[in-house]
């Protein structure tokens, strides 16, 4: 009679050449069509061993190989599963979900926005504790040019998306091309974009992205702060950061090129 560790060893190897072949086809996604070397050097993996998982992720449509340069890439059916994956991803859910716990945790309150043709549009209020006395709420129209949420949107949207709403409020504001420049550039490089007391006084604001596939900011999500609260509330706000990365990433983001 066999053993149950007879009959465990096989299935925990049968298991364990899942998780590998899941780690090659995870880099194949992040690193994009490379030759084995850069593959096996990437899931540390000993290249014939690599070899042999590619040619079976090849046969079921997971990998294909290029006949050209002999690189490696995903296949047909990896690319049918993300597509069916990222359908069935509803971004506001996965916000409403991650949001509400962070603010339980943490009393922030937060805001979410999505640009409009008029602006961006305020969403979502989570209130934290104390609650914050402002006139803000759902369905309020930011600036783009002069508030943290309508910067980031500035910075993560492309320009042809934006011109319209940049150019009436450059005509208001009389702000130059070289300063909405230096605003774009120094979003990008942080990744966030802070303002004090510019749309409603007395709130800090600091405003992080919610990226797409393709790397557009699809919402952008505002801590709001009194602004003699600012430094208590740093660890939670810097906790924000990363929580939309992460979130940015559930929905198909694959981070920075």
Partial sequence: MAHDDDTAAPRRRSIQSIEIGMRIVEALGVLGASPLGAIAQGVSIPGPQVHRYLQSLIASGMARQDPASGHYDLGPAALRLGLIALSRTDVFKVVDREMSGFVER?????????????????????????????TL?????????????????????????????????????????????????????????????????????????????????????????????????????????????????????????
């Fill in 106 to 134: 943490s009393g922030q309150t937060v805001q979410i926005s999505a640009l409009s043709a008029t602006g961006p549009t305020i969403v979502r209020i989570y209130n934290g504790r104390p609650a914050l006395l402002t």
């Fill in 137 to 257: 709420h759902v369905g309020a129209i930011l600036p783009l040019l002069s508030s943290a949420t309508g910067r980031v949107f500035l910075a993560f949207v492309p320009p042809s998306e934006t011109a319209a709403l940049v150019k009436s409020e450059q005509q208001r504001q009389l702000m130059e091309e070289s300063q909405l420049n230096e605003i774009r550039e120094s979003i990008e490089r942080t990744g966030k974009a802070i303002e004090s007391g510019t749309v409603i006084p007395g709130l800090h604001a600091t405003a992080f992205p919610i990226f797409d596939l393709q790397g557009r900011a699809t919402l952008v999500v505002t801590a709001l702060t009194a602004i003699d609260d600012v430094a208590a509330r740093e660890a939670s706000v810097l906790e924000l950061g990363s929580l939309c990365l992460q979130i940015s990433a559930e929905v198909g983001w694959l981070g920075p090129d």
